[in-house]
C-alpha cells in the first residue's frame, strides 16, 4: 500500500513541480537525439522516455535499500551539471548545422543511443527530482523507494514527450536555428548552474537582514530565498528553520555539504565569524548566513 501512495506522490510532483524543472534541467539530451536528424522516428522519444523510466526506478530502489549511501554529492552534482551544460551546447550547434540540410538523407541513431541518453537523465538531476530521491531513501523499502521514482517519471513524461515532438517538428523549418540559440542559451544557464552549485561561481554575499540571532527563519520562494542574507551568533550552535512558500527547485536545499528536503529546521555546529552559502538543488538561487 506504501508504495502505491508513493507511486501516486510521485506522479503527482512530476505533474505539478517537476515537468518545468527537469525539461529544463535535462531536455538537452532529448535535443541531442532528435534535434539533428531530419525524418527522425517518432519512436526515438518512446525510447528515451524507457530508458528514463528505467533508471529512475533502478535508482529509486537502490536508494530505497542502501539509503544515503547511494546518493551524489553536491560536488559530483555540480561537475555533472556543467558536463551536461556543456553537452546541450554541441547538441545544439549539430542542431543548428542540421537546420542547413532539412532535405538530407535521414541518419538512423544506434538501437541504444536512445535509451541510453535518457538513462542519462537520471545523472543530471533536477531540484525536485533530489527532493523525490531523499523521498526514496526514507522510506527504506526497495519497492516503495522504485515507486516514487517511477511515478515522478510517469508524471514528467507528458512534458520531455510534447518536447520531442516540437523538436523534430522544428528541426524540419527555419526555425531550427532559432531553436539552436535557445538550446544553447538553455546549455549556458546549465553550465552556470553548475558553477554555482559547486560554489565557483565568487558570489559576493548581500547585506543580512535584521541582528543576530540564534534562531532564524527562511522562506524559499519560486524567486529564491527571502531574506537573501540572515545574521547569527558565531561560535555557537543555531537552528535556521526553512518554511516552504512554493514548489520548485527551493524546496531541496544543499547547505554545509548535505541536501535537505524542505520544509525543515537546520542545526548548525559552531561556525567562525564569516559567511556560509547555501544553495537550491539545481543551483538556481542562493541565501547567505553571516557569523557574527
Not at 523510466?53 to 533502478?58: E, I, K, N, P, V
Not at 536508494?63 to 547538441?91: D, K, Q
Not at 522510506?139 to 523534430?168: I, N, Q, W
Request: net charge positive.
Amino acid at each position: 500500500m506504501e508504495a502505491v501512495t508513493l507511486f501516486a506522490g510521485g506522479v503527482a510532483a512530476g505533474l505539478v513541480a517537476g515537468t518545468a524543472s527537469c525539461t529544463a534541467a535535462q531536455g538537452g539530451l532529448l535535443v541531442g537525439l532528435v534535434g539533428h536528424r531530419p525524418g527522425r522516428d517518432p519512436a526515438l522519444v518512446a525510447w528515451f522516455l524507457a530508458g528514463r523510466l528505467a533508471a529512475y526506478t533502478l535508482v529509486g530502489a537502490l536508494l530505497g535499500l542502501l539509503g544515503s549511501a547511494v546518493g551524489l554529492p553536491p560536488r559530483a552534482r555540480a561537475v555533472l551539471l556543467v558536463a551536461a551544460g556543456c553537452a546541450v551546447i554541441v547538441f545544439a550547434i549539430r542542431l543548428m548545422r542540421g537546420g542547413r540540410h532539412a532535405c538530407a538523407e535521414p541518419v538512423r541513431p544506434s538501437g541504444y543511443q536512445a535509451p541510453l541518453l535518457g538513462a542519462a537523465t537520471v545523472l543530471v538531476p533536477c531540484g525536485v527530482t533530489i527532493g523525490m530521491e531523499m523521498l526514496a531513501v526514507s522510506s527504506g523499502s526497495p519497492l516503495s523507494g522504485a515507486a516514487a521514482m517511477a511515478g515522478f517519471v510517469v508524471g514528467t513524461a507528458p512534458a520531455f514527450a510534447l518536447l520531442g515532438y516540437v523538436l523534430r517538428r522544428i528541426s524540419r523549418t527555419r526555425l531550427a536555428k532559432f531553436a539552436g540559440v535557445v538550446a544553447v542559451a538553455a546549455g549556458l544557464w546549465t553550465v552556470v548552474a553548475g558553477l554555482n552549485l559547486g560554489g565557483w561561481t565568487g558570489e559576493a554575499a548581500p547585506a543580512a537582514a535584521g541582528p543576530a540571532a540564534r534562531t532564524v527563519t527562511v522562506y524559499a520562494t519560486r524567486e529564491g530565498y527571502r531574506p537573501a542574507a540572515v545574521s547569527v551568533p558565531a561560535n555557537v550552535p543555531v537552528e535556521v528553520i526553512f518554511k516552504l512558500v512554493d514548489q520548485g527547485c527551493t524546496g531541496t536545499v544543499t547547505i554545509d555539504g548535505r541536501d535537505v528536503a524542505l520544509p525543515a529546521t537546520v542545526r548548525l555546529p559552531p561556525h567562525r565569524p564569516g559567511s556560509l552559502r547555501y544553495v537550491c538543488g539545481m543551483g538556481m538561487y542562493s541565501g547567505f548566513i553571516r557569523f557574527s
